[in-house]
């Protein structure tokens, strides 16, 4: 993925990387996409130079369509299988690479 500069819509709860304390970025904020996994996207603040995390719930306040959530293995359906491990494995991220732990 290329970077992508953004500007906040709105105002938007972040995890402010690495310490993992949670922060309000008021609407008008800007910051580069740096990454943009299934249910995160991690951003660069243009003025502080810091890293941040957003949930894809809150994709909308940067610009982006939220990800539909990914669908969660039923065991009422029958017993749970290897293939339903996998795929739900597909789903986990390294944190520092965009790709899944299956394909690691």
Same mark, same amino acid.
């Given at each position: 993925?290329?970077?992508?500069?953004?500007?906040?819509?709105?105002?938007?709860? #972040? /995890?402010?990387?690495?310490?993992?304390?949670?922060?309000?970025?008021?609407?008008?904020?800007?910051?580069? &996409? %740096?990454?943009? $996994?299934?249910?995160?996207?991690?951003?660069?603040?243009?003025?502080?130079g810091g890293?941040?995390?957003?949930?894809?719930?809150?994709?909308? #306040? /940067?610009?982006?369509?939220?990800?539909?959530?990914?669908?969660?293995?039923?065991?009422?359906?029958?017993? &749970? %299988?290897?293939? $339903?491990?996998?795929?739900?494995?597909?789903?986990?991220?390294?944190?520092?690479?965009?790709?899944?732990?299956?394909?690691?």
């Amino acid at each position: 993925m290329s970077h992508e500069d953004v500007e906040f819509r709105r105002e938007c709860a #972040a /995890i402010r990387i690495p310490q993992g304390i949670t922060v309000l970025l008021p609407k008008g904020t800007h910051a580069r &996409i %740096t990454q943009s $996994l299934g249910d995160s996207y991690t951003l660069q603040l243009t003025l502080s130079g810091g890293l941040v995390r957003i949930a894809d719930k809150d994709a909308d #306040a /940067i610009g982006k369509t939220p990800n539909s959530a990914a669908p969660v293995a039923s065991t009422s359906d029958g017993p &749970i %299988t290897e293939e $339903l491990v996998w795929d739900q494995l597909r789903q986990v991220f390294d944190p520092e690479i965009p790709i899944n732990v299956v394909d690691l």
